[in-house]
């Protein structure tokens, strides 16, 4: 079993809708959680992180984590053609030297 | 903030020829990571470095390829002799020591024909 799953997409929906991106991990020691958002021929960039269980707001954006179903989410509300991009979870490893585990990423369109 | 930067952003060569990618670090940042991402594996981690040292190269595919870090502000990736199924986005990116937030270059298109 990988360490991250997420599905790829692509995932298409209409400006003005919810979506929901989701990542699970095998590993029930991984404490803090990441989203990256990744725009064509861009480099990833951090959108979110969280430390704990529960939801996190920022804006339009939801960082949520169920630690004992090991699934970590992203929603975006009022959805906007700015946000069609890819999303990367991240988790980092549990060692100070450890590499950050990236998820392949969902591919996000949202139609005007 | 100049930002990571890469260079080049695109490369084109034909296989069996030598490739090097370079990366610029943001000042003061002491971590330096190279990455690779195509659509199959999606982002693979080949090589970080802390305070210029090789701390992990595990993900280094084989020894075509190369990483140095000459100083505590620049790196560079080598590929040596290039093949087809190396071509891809490399990204590098850093980050201060304990850092968790990684800053990403724009990354170079690699195409080895």
């Known amino acids: 079993q990988k360490e991250v799953e997420q599905d790829p997409g692509p995932l298409s929906v209409p400006e003005g809708a919810i979506v929901s991106l989701n990542c699970t991990y095998s590993n029930s020691a991984f404490q803090y959680f990441m989203w990256y958002r990744q725009y064509s021929r861009k480099g990833p960039e951090l959108l979110m992180y969280?430390?704990?269980?529960g939801n996190k707001e920022d804006g339009r954006f939801t960082a949520q984590v169920d630690k004992s179903s090991k699934y970590i989410s992203l929603f975006i509300r009022d959805s906007q053609p700015s946000d069609s991009a890819t999303y990367l979870c991240a988790l980092p490893g549990m060692n100070r030297d450890d590499k950050i585990i990236f998820g392949k990423g969902t591919r996000l369109h949202i139609l005007p | 903030d100049a930002g990571v930067i890469q260079s080049p952003r695109h490369e084109v060569t034909e296989m069996g020829q030598e490739v090097t990618l370079r990366c610029k670090l943001i000042?003061?940042?002491?971590?330096l990571f190279w990455y690779r991402q195509t659509m199959m594996r999606g982002l693979e981690l080949l090589i970080y470095?802390?305070?210029?040292?090789?701390?992990?190269d595990s993900g280094m595919p084989e020894d075509r390829f190369s990483a140095k870090m000459p100083n505590a502000s620049f790196s560079t990736l080598k590929i040596q002799p290039s093949e087809p199924r190396d071509s891809a986005v490399y990204f590098c990116?850093?980050?201060?020591?304990?850092?968790?937030?990684?800053?990403f270059g724009s990354g170079t298109q690699l195409s080895v024909l």
């Open positions: 470095f802390n305070n210029n040292v090789p701390i992990d």
């Open positions: 969280t430390y704990s269980s």
């Open positions: 000042s003061g940042h002491n971590s």
């Open positions: 990116a850093s980050t201060s020591e304990g850092g968790e937030k990684l800053f």
